[in-house]
């Protein structure tokens, strides 16, 4: 039986399954359309970046670190173009294998080996960091041609820190390292801008000059535009803005005389401290022993840190900034011109001295107990009495000695252009109280004051604070903030201008004051005790010598250096001035454990002078001479500086690798 279809029901079904289909096929449409809208309109500029970012890649452009140079233009710091074979751990499988690899055809001494595992440890995973630095043409075109071995590995161009000098003036310039953890989380508390300026920067001045000037010597990042491959391989230059090198900075020391004060030193350990008395420029700032600064460039290796760290000489310790001693009998200048500006002496009072001073029932000692009888200022200074002090201190207090020191600068931070200074102690009962928690110990004693006029007890200064004190002195009581740069020089236009220093102050000394302790210090270098070792000087000096425990002998006790450990005797010191009628040049010498300091500091300060004042350089016999700590020393036949086999480096860019 043939079914009958229903024609008209299955168009109507049909027609509506087509107007299904084209509202489908419609909104479809209408989707893609919008979205197109989408990506295409609103999206535009986005996508646009996105796409020209996929095809092109912003390099950031490390600007070359600005120089660093002495006085007369030699360079002490300055940077070359090197090539380096660098491992990026996060785009290698097998580091280690890899390292083995590249000693196959690349010379990888272990020592750099291990740097790299210490510098991978302290990094983040996707650094670049080095394996070997300073590649050969020859070096590098070998590993070019087995470049497709190694992923992750490649030769960079890489400016690279140098100190020509090597240790001389170490703890002065600093050095740069690769930048830390800490100094990264510090980095990214900056400024948007500042952060931005360290874009590709790996390393960052970490002590010194180096570490002050960070931000001037680091110049302005530039930054490249470049189309890639799409193995990220970097095919055509697009856009280009260059970086701006950092300024060059122009010191005040004398590289030469820096080199000298060095040699004097020897082996031996200590502090000077050099500053022109007319405006505070340091002519010298020694610390020994030194350290090789071009060490800690590219990440110091575990063994020559461990060397340096746990030396028992402490070669990292700037001695001059951070080295506190006693001041010994170089205070007893200061403590006169006290006396005269309070009132509490006249230049002419009278005090006998046995060879102690009794304090009650306790008797404190001259040196060798030697008695000078009766002794006023002048000769107390010349012949350096402890008992005319002992009994100064006494009369002043210790509040009154704390309060006319303090502007001097004893104790205090001098705000010179180092970073790390100590403040040292100089002692007062409000110092005690808050230094001690127990009460027996925050009370004063009226016998802790006698020892403090002669430069001991609870005083401990800097090298540099003594000697900004006897610049100050020298200077008639004009203070002036010590520094370390002379000019900030702009690399790109070469306009140079001092850095901000502190107003100079005057601290109103009487002059006829300041004139009675200049002409005792005289009389130390003339009939006092420093005379043999400025015999024959061409110029007229002022000085003072001293020497101070570096642990308490007992009052029973005699001192002899013989039976003591290396490190348990007397340091020797010595400050002094030049020439007397207008001082060009102060100082302030300490060398540690030596003993009377006529004998080791009085000759190093000598030299000093006769290098700045006649232009003279102590010859071969008479530098091991003063290296032996001999007083008596013969000048010999002096050389003239200018004679020296020191080249002075050129002021143009150095030379860069090939």
Known sequence: ????????????????????????????????????????????DRLLAQAESNRTAVLPVVPNRGEILDRHGRVLATSFSAYTL??????????????????????????????????RAESRRFDSLPIRTRLTDEEVARFTAQRYRFPGVDVRARLIRHYPNGEVASHVIGYIGRINQREKELIEEWPEEEQANYR???????????????????????????????GGRAVRLLANTPAT????????????????????????????????????????????????????????????????????EKPLLNRALRGTYPPGSTYKPFM?????ETGTRSANTLVNDPGFWMFGNHRFRSYGNHALGMVDMHRSIVKSSNTYYYSLANEMGVDAMHDFMKPLGFGQITGIDLRGELRGVL??????????????QQRWYPGETISLGIGQGYNSFTMLQL??????????????????????????????????????????????????????????????????????????????????????????????????????????????F?????????????????????????????????????????????????????????????????????????????????
């Open 200 to 230: 590709g920067t790996e390393h960052i001045g970490k002590l010194g000059i180096e570490q002050t000037y960070e931000k001037e010597l680091h110049g302005i990042t530039g930054f490249e535009r470049v189309e890639t491959s799409a």
């Open 427 to 440: 002692p007062s009962q409000e110092w005690k109280r808050n230094a001690y928690k127990r009460a027996d």
């Open 467 to 576: 000697a900004h004190a006897m610049t100050t002195l020298a200077g008639g009581g004009m203070r002036h903030t010590p520094r370390l740069t002379l000019a900030i020089e702009d690399a790109v236009t070469r306009t140079a201008h001092p850095p901000e220093v502190a107003p100079s102050v005057d601290l109103g000394f009487k002059p006829d004051n300041v004139q009675i302790i200049l002409k005792a210090m005289q009389g130390v270098t003339t009939e006092g005790t420093s005379t043999r070792v400025f015999a024959g000087a061409g110029y007229n000096s002022g000085g003072k010598t001293g020497t101070a425990q570096a642990v308490t002998i007992g009052q029973k006790d005699r001192y002899d250096a013989k039976k003591l450990e290396e490190h348990q005797r007397d340091h020797s010191l010595y400050i002094a």
């Open 1 to 44: 039986m043939t079914e009958l279809r229903n024609v008209e029901a299955d168009l109507a079904q049909f027609r509506n399954r087509v107007v299904v289909a084209g509202l489908g096929v419609l909104f479809a449409f209408g989707l893609v359309a919008a979205r197109m809208y989408y990506l295409q309109v609103q999206q535009h």
């Open 578 to 658: 030049a020439p007397v009628e207008a001082p060009r040049v102060a100082l302030a010498v300490v060398v540690e454990n030596s003993g009377f300091g006529a004998a080791h500091a009085a000759p190093i300060a000598r030299r000093v002078f006769d290098y700045l004042l006649l232009d003279q350089y102590p010859n071969a016999q008479d530098l091991a001479a003063v290296q032996r700590g001999e007083a008596s020393a013969p000048i010999g036949t002096p050389l003239k500086a200018s004679a020296l086999p020191w080249p002075p480096e050129p002021l143009s860019s150095p030379a860069t690798a090939p």
């Open 86 to 119: 660098e491992i990026n751990p996060s785009r290698v499988g097998d580091v280690d294998a890899t390292i083995e690899a590249l000693s196959e055809i690349l010379e990888i001494p272990p020592r750099d080996v291990r740097r790299f595992r210490q510098l």
């Open 336 to 340: 006169s011109l006290a006396a005269l």
């Open 245 to 312: 090198p950092g300024s060059n900075l122009r010191l005040s020391i004398d590289i030469q005389l820096q080199k000298l004060i060095e040699d004097m030193f020897g082996e031996r350990r200590g502090a000077l401290v050099a500053l022109d008395p007319r405006n505070g420029e340091v002519l010298a700032f020694v610390s020994k022993p030194t350290f090789d600064p071009n060490l800690f460039v590219e990440g110091i290796d575990v063994e020559s840190w461990r060397a340096l760290n746990e030396s028992i």
